[in-house]
Nanobody, 121 residues
Framework: QVHLVESGGGLVQAGGSLRLSCAGS????????MGWYRQAPGTQRELVAA???????SYADSVKGRFTISRDNAKNTVYLQMNSLKPEDTAVYYC???????????????WGQGTQVTVSS
């Protein structure tokens, strides 16, 4: 089994910064794409940022220039550095990873439990 555990959420004032981490554990053979999603109350979950196994990144227009996604393959961990936070960034943030389990030739999608980010004005 595979577990993704997020940390780093919290309450911050507008203009502040937070760094989210998501660590994978379990029977992981390899991790391909990883990403961060967010969901605010009454809205659909949306992709915030993604990173390939080779390090190529992509971002939602709303966070470009403010958020940076990175990963440490040796630690099976993905990070999201969030700067210049705005009240509209308030949401539960989820990490997602496409994981190949040891002994299985196919990859599956896994989700973390989510971490709350609240930005006050």
């Amino acid at each position: 089994q595979v577990h993704l555990v997020e940390s780093g959420g919290g309450l911050v004032q507008a203009g502040g910064s937070l760094r989210l981490s998501c660590a994978g554990s379990g029977s992981i053979f390899s991790i391909n794409g990883m990403g961060w999603y967010r969901q605010a109350p009454g809205t659909q979950r949306e992709l915030v940022a993604a990173i390939t196994s080779g390090g190529s990144t992509s971002y939602a227009d709303s966070v470009k220039g403010r958020f940076t996604i990175s990963r440490d393959n040796a630690k099976n961990t993905v990070y999201l550095q969030m700067n210049s936070l705005k009240p509209e960034d308030t949401a539960v943030y989820y990490c997602n990873a496409y994981v190949r389990i040891a002994g299985n030739p196919y990859q599956s999608s896994y989700w973390g439990q989510g971490t709350q980010v609240t930005v006050s004005s």
